[in-house]
């Protein structure tokens, strides 16, 4: 079974600073892809950035990275010079492709709620 | 585009009602989905379809039922609406389901309580 992993349940920042939201994953297979999505407390879902299980370089969109570490199964946001429009809870998730398609299937961790003081 | 629009935003349901959430989507993409998220929690996967006439379970589909008729139109169906049912609901939809990149567009939310 799929597992989305996000142990930090409230991170804060300093405006202008980076800050680092932890995703770490479970899968037994070798082809999935890992999404971060931004949802504001008006509740609508942002897609952020995408990593692929094959992708060598690290995705980066923008003011955000992801920080994936294959062999540790983590897939890290980064958010470089926050701002006070990042506060808001990010979701990490994971698609997988068992026996060759997920059908776009996606699971979802709990939640890091960022909060970003001036 | 619209993009993934629901309906209604919000809705208050007595204990055995029923209901439909509609989402309808306009961007001609194959592959749509029925999330649940319950307060401070992450989504769940309801059902989810890959095509006109074509639905399947995801992981909490118990209580629901969904159709697919057209493209465009993914409606879920809530039966003997139960408090467990109270929850944010929220459509997506994305164009191959898999590959690179692919990712799902959300609808804004219907937000459910259930009394």
């Known amino acids: 079974a799929q597992k989305i992993t996000q142990t930090q349940p409230g991170m804060f920042v300093q405006e202008k600073e980076a800050v680092t939201l932890d995703c770490t994953y479970d899968?037994?297979?070798?082809?999935?892809?890992l999404f971060w999505y931004k949802q504001p407390s008006s509740g609508e879902m942002i897609f952020l950035i995408y990593?692929?299980?094959?992708?060598?370089q690290n995705a980066t969109e923008g003011r955000y990275s992801l920080n994936f570490q294959k062999a540790r199964k983590s897939a890290n946001l980064v958010i470089s010079a926050s701002q006070l429009g990042d506060s808001a809870m990010y979701f990490c998730?994971?698609?997988?492709?068992?026996?060759?398609?997920?059908?776009?299937?996606?699971?979802f961790g709990q939640g890091t709620i960022l909060t970003v003081h001036p | 585009n619209a993009g993934v629009t629901q309906t209604p935003k919000f809705r208050i349901l007595k204990i055995g009602q029923s209901m439909t959430l509609q989402c309808t989507q306009d961007m001609n993409h194959n592959y749509m989905y029925w999330y649940r998220q319950d307060p401070g929690m992450g989504l769940k996967l309801i059902y989810y379809s890959v095509g006109a006439g074509i639905t399947d379970k995801g992981e909490v589909p118990n209580g629901y039922n969904v159709s697919r008729s057209t493209t465009e139109d993914f409606p879920l169906r809530l039966e003997l609406a139960a408090p467990s049912q109270t929850s944010v609901y929220f459509c997506?939809?994305?164009?191959?389901?898999?590959?690179?990149?692919?990712?799902?567009?959300f609808g804004p939310g219907t937000r459910l309580t259930v009394t």
């Open positions: 899968t037994s297979d070798q082809s999935y892809g």
């Open positions: 997506a939809s994305s164009y191959y389901g898999q590959g690179t990149g692919d990712e799902q567009y």
């Open positions: 990593q692929g299980s094959y992708d060598e």
């Open positions: 998730a994971m698609r997988t492709s068992a026996g060759g398609t997920s059908y776009g299937k996606l699971t």
